[in-house]
């Protein structure tokens, strides 16, 4: 198909060696983030994009990390994009994914309708001597561009076609106008939020509209952006007949992917627990993401469910899925792919892993040794070692590994802990140390041995991930210690195992098991190096995770005036509404109310609103462990009220509180402080008179 003519006017611009087309823009940017892109264009003009990690973390800010991190381009670098390919990236923004195009692509056309955001991407790519892009709204920048690409990629985009296209139908007509400009065994790429997406239901706010359950509740005529549940998307298909197309899904969402799942190779239960990524906005945690994904994989609807999705409309990709590796140190850095191979008349399915970088290339090549050597050692034993051959594709090495069925040796262990079948949990962890131990006077072993990285089919066992292999020897206990610790950290369900017992069976006192730890310590650093972990940037940049429930409670467990509130103290002795909680069922009735604290010796005092009412208060009983407690004292009673005698006292306030000390009282972990009292409500004004009448104030 004949190309579009060659643009030799003045509005060409060069950053580099990318182009920047500037014929069709009005001169105006119409969306702009303010200080923000000035301040991307700033760090984009000065450092290098090897340099932007540490920009990062040193901002430590949504914005940075949103635009600048190389893991956003982990939605499309899966894709099997060849340099004979032509691609149009829709929507560049500031270029967070344009970089993995130019790596993969021969011809890459970028489009977007702002200027400074395209200067932006041409700073950080500049050396992408492939790249143009083109800048302008694109219903006028469309009527330019060829018809001869590969793939059309919306990474983010397809949500705002109302924007772009002014019609009844609006993403309907978008992809009609996408289709003609490709190629007939083209491909278009869409990576977009599912509206029904688990994150949502659980609590997250919408990411366009920063309200909560904005797209669940299907969006307003005015909001201008709209995301689709998967039947939405596929009816918009039906519509424009399109028969050709497959769902992805990408985990936790399309932004930070770091595993995409297929209909083919679905998620399986326990895998899903990475849930927390409210980077930019704070969330409600209406319900555990992990369960409930679980739950949804059991009933096989969590293709329904997944946070985003991504389509591929055209022919079919041999992918079937993918996982990337971004937290590590450079020289680590991998992408594993299962692949599907024509073998003679049928597909075989390989695994792949890649390095991302090439400072990962020598780790790659590696892994045929530890093959070889690992196989060497369990020769004779009842462990097998999953094959795998290193081969090179234009240059770079590429690890294949064969593709074994069976389920994981933790997914095994997790179901004998569901059924509360601790033997068979032994028993399992039991052979796990006479499988991996065989051999182990040998120079090689697999330091990353954790039941994750075991498969079991009926009697066979396979280690089917050993690129973290060792030439020297390494004890079972160091290599079971860590499976186990790992084991534990992951899900906090699995602390019903018996540690005591995990040592006993291994040798381990609890000084060696401590030495580990600090070994673990040692070698993550080792795996990350100065980068930080997505969860640590998490820690750094995110949002609070808001629990309703001790809200809820608070409001609900008790009527009008009569809520029952327990402070118990800060380390520094303040009370704070954050760590009060209502004590349900305090009164049988409106005239006492009964109670039953928990004080630990760390308790260095407890607050005890009895209601929200001016009132008169008698404590009838007041002790811990049926110790009677000084409430005569005013040093280990004191309240904001009028004390009355030994053990009543008038509120006057609509907060009235006793802050009992417990400073030099015994107490056990399991202690209880057990108060009773009697309690009758009085108007304002009469406790006011009553106080100010009292002549004697203890």
């Known amino acids: 198909m004949a190309k579009k003519e060659a ?57 940075t990390f949103y635009h600048l991190s190389v893991a956003r381009e982990n939605i499309v670098r899966w894709l099997p994009i060849t340099k004979k390919d032509k691609v ?24 977007d309708l702002s200027a400074k955001r395209s200067r932006i991407n041409a700073n950080r790519h500049s050396d992408a001597e492939n790249l143009t892009i083109h800048v302008g709204n694109f219903s006028d920048v469309e009527k330019t561009l060829d018809n001869d690409f590969d793939y059309i990629c919306l990474i983010g985009v397809f949500e705002y076609a109302a924007s772009y296209i002014d019609s009844e139908t609006p993403y309907e007509d978008f992809l009609m106008m996408l289709r003609k400009h490709l190629k007939p065994e083209g491909r278009i790429v869409i990576a977009i939020e599912n509206r029904l997406g688990l994150k949502y239901l659980a609590g997250c706010k919408e990411d366009h509209l920063s309200r909560y359950f904005a797209g669940i509740e299907g969006y307003k005529k005015d909001d201008g952006v709209r995301t689709f549940s998967k039947d939405g998307l596929m009816n918009i298909f039906k519509t424009l007949g399109v028969e050709k197309y497959r769902f992805f899904y990408p985990y936790p969402d399309y932004k930070f992917m770091h595993t995409l799942f297929s209909d083919r190779r679905l998620p399986k239960v326990g895998e899903l627990k990475d849930n927390y990524r409210n980077f930019d906005m704070e969330r409600l945690e209406l319900f555990s993401e992990k369960d409930a994904f679980d739950s949804l994989i059991k009933d096989k609807a969590f293709d329904r469910f997944s946070n985003s999705f991504l389509v591929v409309i055209g022919p079919d990709v041999n992918i079937d899925y993918a996982r990337f590796s971004n937290d590590r140190a450079r020289e680590y850095q991998i992408e594993t792919v299962i692949e599907r191979v024509p073998v003679g008349k049928r597909e075989v399915k390989i695994i792949k892993k890649s390095a991302l970088c090439p400072e990962g290339y020598a780790h790659i090549l590696k892994m045929d040794d530890y093959f070889n050597g690992l196989t060497k050692r369990y020769e004779g034993g009842k462990l097998n070692v999953n094959r795998c051959e290193v081969i090179h594709k234009e240059d770079i090495p590429e690890a294949c590994f064969e593709y074994v069925e069976g389920n994981t040796l933790e997914e095994l262990m997790d179901e004998c802990l569901k059924k509360d079948d601790l033997n068979a949990f032994y028993e399992l962890f039991d052979k796990y140390v006479e499988y991996t131990g065989y051999g182990s006077d040998e120079k090689i072993a697999d330091t990353d041995m954790v039941f994750s990285n075991i498969l079991i089919d009926g009697d066979k066992w396979t280690l089917i991930d050993y690129e973290w292999t060792k030439e020297s020897r390494l004890s079972v206990k160091e290599t079971a210690f860590r499976a186990v610790y790992c084991y534990l950290l992951e899900d906090k369900k699995r602390n019903k195992i018996n540690l005591d017992l995990i040592y006993e069976k291994l040798g381990l006192s609890t000084e060696a098991a401590a030495l580990l730890k600090e070994d673990e310590a040692t070698f993550q650093k080792k795996v990350t190096g ?169």
């Open 530 to 698: 100065k980068n930080r972990s997505m969860q640590e940037m998490r820690d750094i940049i995110g949002n609070r995770i808001i629990d309703p429930y001790p809200v809820l409670s608070k409001l609900y467990s008790n009527d009008g005036a009569f809520k029952f509130q327990i402070y118990p103290a800060n380390p520094d002795g303040s009370f704070s509404e954050d760590t009060s909680y209502f004590y349900e069922n305090a009164y049988p009735n409106e005239k006492s109310a009964s109670v039953a604290v928990p004080v630990s010796p760390a308790q260095r005092f407890i607050r005890l609103d009895p209601l929200r009412s001016s009132c008169i208060v008698t404590i009838t009983r007041a002790d811990i462990d049926g110790n009677p407690y000084p409430v005569d004292s005013k040093k280990f009673l004191l309240c904001n009220g009028k004390r009355v005698g030994n053990d009543t006292f008038i509120f006057e306030t609509e907060d009235p509180n006793l802050v009992f000390v417990l400073e030099g009282l015994a107490r056990s972990e399991d202690s209880l402080l057990n108060v009773e009292m009697n309690i009758t409500q009085i108007p304002h004004e009469t406790a006011a008179l009553l106080a100010e009448n009292i002549k004697r104030i203890f």
């Open 7 to 63: 643009k030799t006017n003045e509005k060409i611009e060069k950053k580099g060696k990318v182009t920047l087309d500037f014929s069709v823009y009005s001169g105006q940017d119409f969306y702009c983030d303010g200080k923000v892109e000035d301040d991307l264009l700033k760090i984009t003009e000065k450092y290098a994009p090897v340099e932007f990690p540490q920009i990062i973390e040193e901002r430590a800010d949504w914005p």
């Open 88 to 111: 149009l990236e829709v929507g560049a923004g500031c270029g967070a994914v344009t970089g993995a195009f130019t790596t993969l692509a021969g011809e890459v056309v970028s489009c």
